[in-house]
C-alpha cells in the first residue's frame, strides 16, 4: 500500500515569488510519481508525472518537480507565480507495474491550496 | 481523442434514495477507476475494473456501493441507500493497459449532494 502526506494545506505566496509544495510519500513497491491541479468547480488537470530517468521532472505552466528517492519525496517548484496559479495541487502516487494488469490506482494526498496574494 | 465522459453533472437526493452515475471510458482504454473526492481532500480509490473484471476494490463500502463495467467499456457506480456522508464529487478516470506510466485521465466528475 501506499501513503501521500503533503504538510501543506495552504501556501500564500505574492505574485511573482518562487513556491514550493511538498510531498513525501511511503510505499513497499516502486511508485510512479504525479502532480495534479484542480481549479475550482474543475477536474483535475496533469501537471506532470515521474516515471524514470532524470529526477528533475518539467511540466506545464513552468512548473517543475524532482524525485529524492532516499527522502521519498517529491516537491512541486515554479520560479515565478502568477495569479492564474491560485488552485489546490494533489500530489499522487501509483504502484509501478511491471506488466499490465495489476492494482495501479492512484493515492492521492489532502492536496495544498494555492493562494497567490496580488 | 474524445476525453472521459461522466453524467450527470450534478445530482441532489434524499438520503436513503439510490442515485447511478455513468461513465465512458476513453476508447482503447482497458483499465476504468471511480474515485470519491469529499470536499476538502483528495480523491480516494472506490474500485479499479480491467475491462470487465475487477482489480481492487478494497474501499468499496459494499454494503450500500456497487459498480459494474459490462462488456468492458461503459461503467456505472451506484449507491443504495445514500448516506448525507456519501456527498462528495465522484469521479471516473480511464488509463491505457493498466499501467499508470501511460498516464490517467479524468473526466469532470458527478458532484453528488445528499440531503
Known amino acids: 500500500a501506499q501513503s501521500v502526506t503533503q504538510l501543506d494545506s495552504q501556501v500564500p505566496v505574492f505574485e511573482e515569488a518562487p513556491v514550493e509544495l511538498r510531498c513525501n510519500y511511503s510505499s513497499s513497491v516502486s511508485v510512479y510519481l504525479f502532480w495534479y491541479v484542480q481549479y475550482p468547480n474543475q477536474g483535475l488537470q496533469l501537471l506532470l508525472k515521474?516515471?524514470?530517468?532524470?529526477?528533475l521532472v518539467k511540466g506545464i505552466n513552468g512548473f517543475e518537480a524532482e524525485f529524492n528517492k532516499s527522502q521519498t519525496s517529491f516537491h512541486l517548484r515554479k520560479p515565478s507565480v502568477h495569479i492564474s496559479d491560485t488552485a489546490e495541487y494533489f500530489c499522487a502516487v501509483s504502484a509501478f507495474m511491471y506488466s499490465g494488469g495489476g492494482a495501479d490506482g492512484l493515492t492521492f494526498g489532502k492536496g495544498t491550496h494555492l493562494i497567490i496574494q496580488p | 481523442e474524445a476525453g472521459v465522459a461522466q453524467s450527470p453533472r450534478y445530482k441532489i437526493i434524499e438520503k436513503r434514495q439510490s442515485v447511478a452515475f455513468w461513465c465512458n471510458p476513453i476508447?482503447?482504454?482497458?483499465?476504468l477507476y471511480w474515485y470519491q473526492q469529499i470536499l476538502g481532500q483528495g480523491p480516494k480509490l472506490l474500485i479499479q475494473?480491467?475491462?470487465?473484471?475487477?482489480?481492487?476494490d478494497s474501499q468499496l463500502p459494499k454494503d450500500r456501493f456497487s459498480a459494474e463495467r459490462l462488456k468492458g467499456v461503459d461503467s456505472t457506480l451506484k449507491i443504495q441507500p445514500a448516506k448525507l456522508e456519501d456527498s462528495a464529487v465522484y469521479l471516473c478516470a480511464s488509463s491505457l493497459r493498466g499501467r499508470g506510466g501511460y498516464g490517467y485521465t479524468f473526466g469532470s466528475g458527478t458532484r453528488l449532494t445528499v440531503v
Open positions: 515521474y516515471l524514470s530517468g532524470s529526477t
Open positions: 475494473f480491467q475491462n470487465n473484471g475487477v482489480v481492487d
Open positions: 476508447s482503447g482504454h482497458a483499465t
